[in-house]
């Protein structure tokens, strides 16, 4: 059986939950959904570590999303000796490495690196991969303009958005069971979707198979609200039948 985990739910500036990343765990194998600095602890708490991953897709390259891919690539290459898989699709790569690590991984003891001598990186085109046999489409989300970022459809079945604003766009194209939805409890935030952006931009039976995730720590405040318009808060270590 193949699952979906939640290994964080929270906000990039939230202290009560790791990043929100997740995994998909298929006949003993894992695919992190982005690797946020929070990585390692995330995993911890799943009785997990850095070599019990064996692939990585990228959604986009903001802090929480990305900067554990420092931790995996050393201590990958240089503690486990292997090499993850990176999935990254169009335009990632450059934002990725040019722009973001290689000043931390593309020199060592050994002289120059790149981004290859950490990883087994696959340069996506717009097409679907599998992974494990589990079949995984992506699609441009809308967080922050002109930036590469996406959300994901596993296999026909559950919709992860990603960091966005409402995209019913893309809802439209698709019948998921199960939504994942980036969700900001504040009404300041440009590129996340609020409560009320929601509200207004799904209906009443979209919301109701809609889990929110990325929220911030004050999500209590918001708990009626949540599970009277959509299906709920996502929660930290919550899994989904993929």
């Keep these: 059986m ?14 009560a939950h790791w990043n929100n990343n997740a995994m998909i765990e298929v006949a003993n194998r894992r695919l992190l959904i982005d690797a946020g600095y929070t990585i390692k602890f995330a995993l ?15 959604t986009h390259v903001h802090a929480d999303h990305c900067f554990g891919l420092e931790r995996l690539a050393y201590e990958c290459r240089f503690k486990y000796g292997f090499k993850p898989t990176l999935y990254l699709p169009p335009g990632v790569y450059e ?7 290689k000043g931390v991984l593309g020199q060592v003891g050994e002289g120059p ?5 950490y990883f087994d990186v696959v340069l996506l085109d717009d097409k679907p991969f599998q992974f494990g046999g589990v079949n995984i489409e992506f699609f441009q989300n809308q967080h922050t303009p002109t930036k590469p970022s ?54 009443e039976n979209i919301r109701r198979r809609m889990y929110l995730m990325s929220y911030e720590d004050e999500y209590e405040q918001q708990r009626e609200r949540v599970e009277q318009d959509f299906a709920g808060f996502a929660t930290q270590g919550q899994e989904f039948e993929l």
């Design 2 to 15: 193949a699952v979906l985990k939640m290994l964080g739910v929270g906000h990039s500036e939230s202290l």
């Design 44 to 58: 911890r708490d799943r009785g997990l570590t850095l070599a019990d991953v064996h692939a990585i897709f990228i």
């Design 150 to 203: 996406y959300g994901l459809m596993i296999n026909e079945r559950l919709l992860f958005s990603g960091d966005t604003r409402a995209i019913p766009e893309v809802l439209n194209r698709y019948t998921p069971e199960v939504i994942l939805h980036d969700a900001t409890l504040a009404d300041w935030n440009p590129v996340h979707a609020s409560l009320q952006e929601l509200c207004e931009n799904y209906p």
């Design 113 to 117: 690196a790149e981004l290859a001598d």
């Design 95 to 101: 934002e990725l490495w040019d722009q973001t690590l």
